[in-house]
């Protein structure tokens, strides 16, 4: 199979599904997308990408074609199918990977979003090369994939990578796994905007921020909530408050990360997703905060990466790149 | 190098150098130790195991031996090298696994105890079969190996698996390595003692433990200090502040194993080390406080396992298992 020039890449969401053909060196042949929620079960998404991909398909020949990828949630890479998934309206499990396989008649494997983020940066991006990295993908949630002596860590039931659900402040903010205190709950989009939303409400009487055009507080006065996007340009404008919830931000999640590598000790760390667009502000002080609670065997050691993958097409690359693992 | 039938383990602490010779189904032939602090440099040492294995070398056949594992303080298995162990007295770095090729004329390979202690489980031992686990030592300090897909993982640099040196208490005690709150300055020897200490000085003035008579307070009042195997003594013997003792060190063990099940979702976590030796008072409590923390999709599914390596020939077994490991 290692001759076969292209793969396919689905990345299933709880509201869109994105997919498209990709060739060996990640360059995106074509791509679409389809509403997720509109498909009563996955054979009629399934077939719907099938129709999509088609024609093209058929121009660069199925013989071409060295299998499908698929990031979803709570896709399990060892069993190919999906038992859990909060955010998916299918009834569950479902034969993710059999149900492709007769859809496409081509290999199939899966696995959740973050992991396949991990083997598209190995394979495509910031981690070329690399036998020993950890993947962190910062979103709704926050992901990751740790690849370990150049193999991904599934863990022995295929659910490995869950560096969200470790415990960043012991007794924290109760989390929807039904833990307390994990890493999600600070380190994503929705943490990041709750701990926003602590610091206006410890805000003194005499409100200084209010002096700055682009400040949460004022952002929150006009919309009645905040979001990432508010604290980020409330950030750049100066805001005192944007700027320690992002400081704050980056350290929980540095010193999480610090505790990280001293288990994998890896080469680098890529940040990946939504909450990276905030670029310094919140690249600074989590590399501040990981170097001041390194091991000192690791200090200015590991590095701290932005993903290579294109943002809008990272999620169809890093499914199409499990394809070529399987190979 | 398949069909050879023997292997030399040799582990090197601080005080005493252990070593023997292993067959393929984890027997020791024959054994001795020597004092590390008699030998000026690792040459000196390696030509004195030497001359102690030789008779049994000869009888065996030496074309009958695969290599030679090491186990010793800092040795990196990627370099072969030791370059920083605080505990060993030769002036560093050591060129460990090439120094040990010349003395005996067989292929070396070096790694520290802990991750011996891993690769020992997995060749011989609790761990027999499994490609997804996690070995803890439990003696003065804490170490650790993670296996995953089969694999030790090495990471990067050779040094990953350092366990012992995640943050379980934020802003905790401080760790010889200058980090605060390590897990090494809870759940080791040294820790344990700490936490019975701190028990001590919370006494209140009417002292109820002393009705009993193998009580912590009594072993302190004796002694003037306290070790582990008094804690030990004294849950057994019902002693409140000891039963405490032991079950505050589980619950900082327990919510550990729990994050570091998240990140690489093993099949069980494998206890050693002499704290092990607490039997049910340390087992008990870390596989309650484990259960309590770990992420829904794990409870009851993690195996927390005593070794199955004889005690005192461990460090040896280990070390031997390296040695089939790279053949």
Redesign the interface.
Request: glycine letters at 12%; aromatic letters at 10%.
């Given at each position: 199979m290692q001759s076969r020039k292209f793969s396919i890449g689905i990345d299933i969401g709880g509201t869109n599904t994105v997919f498209g053909i990709v060739n060996r060196r990640g360059d995106l042949l074509c791509q679409s997308s389809l509403p997720t929620t509109g498909y009563p079960h996955p054979e009629a998404l399934l077939a719907a990408i099938r129709s999509a991909l088609l024609p093209k398909i058929e121009e660069l020949g199925q013989e071409e074609f060295n299998g499908i990828g698929i990031g979803a949630p709570g896709a399990n890479y060892y069993t190919g199918e999906i038992t859990?998934a909060a955010n998916l309206h299918w009834q569950l499990p479902v034969a993710l990977s059999k149900l492709a396989t007769a859809a496409f008649a081509l290999p199939c494997a899966i696995t959740n979003d973050a992991k396949a983020a991990a083997i598209g940066e190995m394979t495509y991006g910031a981690a070329k090369g690399?036998?020993?990295f950890i993947l962190i993908t910062l979103g709704t949630g926050v992901g990751?994939g740790?690849v370990?002596?150049g193999?991904l860590?599934?863990?022995?039931?295929?659910?490995?990578?869950?560096?969200g659900?470790?415990?960043a402040?012991?007794d924290g903010r109760a989390c929807g796994?039904?833990?307390k205190g994990c890493l999600e709950r600070y380190a994503s989009a929705t943490g990041i905007v709750a701990t926003a939303m602590e610091q206006l409400a410890s805000l003194p009487q005499e409100k200084q921020t209010e002096q700055i055009e682009d400040s949460l507080f004022l952002s929150w006065q006009r919309q009645g909530h905040i979001t990432a996007s508010d604290i980020y340009r409330a950030a750049t404008a100066g805001d005192p408050l944007a700027l320690n919830t992002f400081s704050y931000t980056g350290r929980i999640l540095g010193?999480a990360l610090?505790?990280?590598v001293?288990?994998?000790?890896?080469?680098a760390i890529i940040l990946f997703g939504g909450l990276t667009q905030a670029g310094h502000h919140i690249f600074n002080p989590v590399k501040a905060y990981m170097e001041e609670?390194l091991?000192?065997?690791?200090k200015n050691?590991v590095a701290l990466l932005h993903s290579l993958l294109p943002q809008n097409d990272a999620a169809i690359l890093g499914a199409s790149a499990l394809a070529w693992q399987d190979a």
């Open positions: 859990i690399m036998k020993d990751s740790f370990a002596n193999q860590i599934y863990g022995h039931d295929g659910f490995a990578g869950e560096l659900h470790t415990t402040v012991r796994c039904g833990r010193q610090a505790d990280a001293a288990i994998t000790g890896p080469q609670h091991l000192s065997i690791y050691k």
